[in-house]
């Protein structure tokens, strides 16, 4: 599905990222760990072309994502959340949901100031579209709730619904579970498998707790200084000396839940 190759990124004079190899597979979860600065959302900057990479390849089902902009590579079904929350505090969950749909409206921005039929149909079927998503999670009674006044947790998975609504085929979480309780760690990881079973959502994501990484993702790929150290099965990776020097730490070598 997705195949980066010898892909390399220079700030100035720091490598980033140098020469990082590895493939997703269609239907997998895979994990991308490593230390702080280790060139972890360098990777989702450069597929989400928002980087030019200083060398390498990056195709998607053989496509070569470096000839598309950012939203071409939307369009393709690569769709992404970030580090921090991409939310907007003042608007209704229902209103952040409905972004996410921002690609299926064909009305120009004329037609929805003027309110013509085919802006406002468009928008109805956003909306129940929305509201459809909302009730197959339980999560139909926070449709009007202001996004500030919720959890942090909530807001995390607001924010991966919202992802969802793009249609994505690849799916590429940064740290969705950073700053979140051991409860709502818990519902994040059924929700990821959830749609990767049910939906067949393909997820590359990023993220420190290995606890979460370990009980989640079918491979792992670890980077370290902006190369790839290592690559593989969960119980593998666990039990290689040099990820364990570089990341790990003895403490969690049985970390997998």
Not at 76 to 104: A, C, K, S, W
Not at 128 to 148: C, S, T, Y
Not at 151 to 161: A, N, S, V
Not at 183 to 195: L, V, Y
Request: with cysteine; aromatic share 8%.
């Amino acid at each position: 599905m997705l195949s980066i190759e010898n892909l390399s990124m220079r700030f100035g004079g720091l490598q980033a990222l140098d020469r990082v190899s590895f493939e997703v597979q269609e239907s997998e979860i895979v994990g991308l760990i490593g230390p702080n600065g280790a060139g972890k959302t360098t990777v989702f900057n450069l597929i989400s072309r928002f980087y030019e990479p200083t060398g390498g390849r990056i195709s998607f089902y053989g496509e070569n994502l470096l000839r598309l902009r950012s939203y071409q590579v939307v369009e393709r079904g690569i769709v992404r959340t970030f580090q921090l929350l991409g939310l907007f505090p003042y608007m209704t969950v229902l209103e952040n949901l409905m972004i996410g749909e921002h690609r299926d409206f064909g009305g120009s921005l004329l037609s929805v100031v003027l309110g013509l039929p085919r802006a406002r149909r468009e928008e109805r079927d956003r909306r129940a579209q929305a509201l459809w998503l909302l009730r197959f999670l339980k999560m139909e009674a926070l449709a009007d709730a202001f996004v500030f006044a919720l959890p942090y947790g909530t807001q995390k998975l607001i924010e991966l619904m919202r992802a969802l609504l793009a249609r994505p085929r690849l799916l590429l979480l940064d740290e969705p579970v950073a700053g979140m309780t051991a409860a709502e760690k818990a519902a994040m990881r059924e929700f990821i498998r959830r749609i990767n079973h049910d939906w067949g959502i393909t997820v590359l994501l990023v993220e420190h707790d290995m606890n979460f990484v370990m009980g989640l993702c079918d491979r792992i790929v670890v980077l370290n200084y902006g190369r790839v150290i290592a690559q593989g099965r969960p119980e593998e990776i666990q039990q290689n000396s040099e990820v364990i020097e570089a990341y790990l730490g003895e403490g969690v070598s049985s970390a997998r839940a």
